[in-house]
C-alpha cells in the first residue's frame, strides 16, 4: 500500500513541475523591458485645464494630471509658444499617469511610436539603433541603410537595467528619464551602445513590438 501512494505522490509532484513549467513559458521574459502601455497624440492646455488628444480622435478630453506638473512642464519647455506638444503617454480612465514620451518634432501623430521593438538614438555623432527580435539596425547619416546585427537577444541583469546583445554589438538600457542633447525631446529611457570598440550615449523609446495590447 505505502509503494501505491508513494508512486501517487510521485506522479502528481512530476505533474505539478510541468505545470509549473509551463506556466512560466507564457510569462513575459524578466530580463525584457515590459513597459507600460503608451498611447500617442497631443498634450495641450486650454486656459489652466489639461488635455490629452489621442491620434484620430475627434476632440481632446480633459485629464487629471497626476504627473507632479511635469506634463504642464512639457509643453512649456518644448512647445515653443505652442499650447500643446506631440506624445505618447499612459492614462487610466481620464488620469494622465506618466509621459513617455514628448517631442517638439512635427512628427506624424501615428508615427510618434517606432515600429520596431526599441529605438535608441545620440547625438554627436548622430546615430540610431532599431532593435526587432534577434536584429538590431544600425543606422549613421552616411550608412541610410544601416547595418544589421544578428543573434540578438535580452540578456538578464540588475532591476531598472535592461541589455540587448548582438553580434557586435550591445545596447544597455537605464529606466532613466532621459532628453536628447539637440532636440531636448523626453525619453523614457538612457541608453549606450557598444560597437567597434567605442561607446555612444543617448536616449531610447520602446516601440509597439514591446507593448503588450
Same mark, same amino acid.
Request: hydrophobic share 40%.
Given at each position: 500500500?505505502?509503494?501505491?501512494?508513494?508512486?501517487?505522490?510521485?506522479?502528481?509532484?512530476?505533474?505539478?513541475?510541468?505545470?509549473?513549467?509551463?506556466?512560466?513559458?507564457?510569462?513575459?521574459?524578466?530580463?525584457?523591458?515590459?513597459?507600460?502601455?503608451?498611447?500617442? %497624440?497631443?498634450?495641450?492646455?486650454?486656459?489652466?485645464?489639461?488635455?490629452?488628444?489621442?491620434?484620430?480622435?475627434?476632440?481632446?478630453?480633459?485629464?487629471?494630471?497626476?504627473?507632479?506638473?511635469?506634463?504642464?512642464?512639457?509643453?512649456?519647455?518644448?512647445?515653443?509658444?505652442?499650447?500643446?506638444?506631440?506624445?505618447?503617454?499612459?492614462?487610466?480612465?481620464?488620469?494622465?499617469?506618466?509621459? *513617455?514620451?514628448?517631442?517638439?518634432?512635427?512628427?506624424?501623430?501615428?508615427?510618434?511610436?517606432?515600429?520596431?521593438?526599441?529605438?535608441?538614438?545620440?547625438?554627436?555623432?548622430?546615430?540610431?539603433? *532599431?532593435?526587432?527580435?534577434?536584429?538590431?539596425?544600425?543606422?549613421?547619416?552616411?550608412?541610410?541603410?544601416?547595418?544589421?546585427?544578428?543573434?540578438?537577444?535580452?540578456?538578464?541583469?540588475?532591476?531598472?537595467?535592461?541589455?540587448?546583445?548582438?553580434?557586435?554589438?550591445?545596447?544597455?538600457?537605464?529606466?532613466?528619464?532621459?532628453?536628447?542633447?539637440?532636440? %531636448?525631446?523626453?525619453?523614457?529611457?538612457?541608453?549606450?551602445?557598444?560597437?567597434?570598440?567605442?561607446?555612444?550615449? %543617448?536616449?531610447?523609446?520602446?516601440?509597439? %513590438?514591446?507593448?503588450?495590447?
Amino acid at each position: 500500500m505505502r509503494s501505491r501512494i508513494g508512486v501517487v505522490l510521485a506522479a502528481a509532484a512530476v505533474l505539478m513541475a510541468a505545470t509549473v513549467l509551463v506556466t512560466g513559458c507564457d510569462e513575459e521574459p524578466r530580463e525584457r523591458p515590459v513597459p507600460p502601455v503608451s498611447l500617442p %497624440g497631443d498634450l495641450l492646455l486650454e486656459g489652466e485645464v489639461l488635455h490629452f488628444l489621442p491620434c484620430g480622435a475627434a476632440g481632446p478630453r480633459p485629464v487629471d494630471d497626476e504627473t507632479g506638473s511635469e506634463a504642464r512642464t512639457l509643453i512649456q519647455n518644448l512647445g515653443y509658444g505652442s499650447d500643446r506638444v506631440r506624445s505618447a503617454v499612459v492614462l487610466d480612465g481620464d488620469r494622465l499617469l506618466e509621459v *513617455r514620451h514628448a517631442t517638439p518634432e512635427d512628427a506624424r501623430c501615428r508615427d510618434l511610436l517606432p515600429d520596431a521593438d526599441l529605438e535608441a538614438r545620440g547625438n554627436e555623432p548622430f546615430w540610431i539603433v *532599431r532593435v526587432t527580435g534577434e536584429e538590431a539596425l544600425w543606422i549613421t547619416p552616411e550608412d541610410q541603410d544601416g547595418v544589421t546585427f544578428g543573434g540578438g537577444a535580452w540578456q538578464p541583469t540588475d532591476p531598472g537595467r535592461f541589455v540587448y546583445e548582438a553580434r557586435g554589438l550591445v545596447l544597455d538600457l537605464e529606466e532613466e528619464p532621459c532628453f536628447d542633447t539637440m532636440a %531636448g525631446a523626453r525619453f523614457p529611457w538612457t541608453a549606450s551602445v557598444e560597437k567597434d570598440g567605442t561607446r555612444y550615449v %543617448g536616449c531610447a523609446l520602446e516601440g509597439r %513590438g514591446l507593448l503588450t495590447p
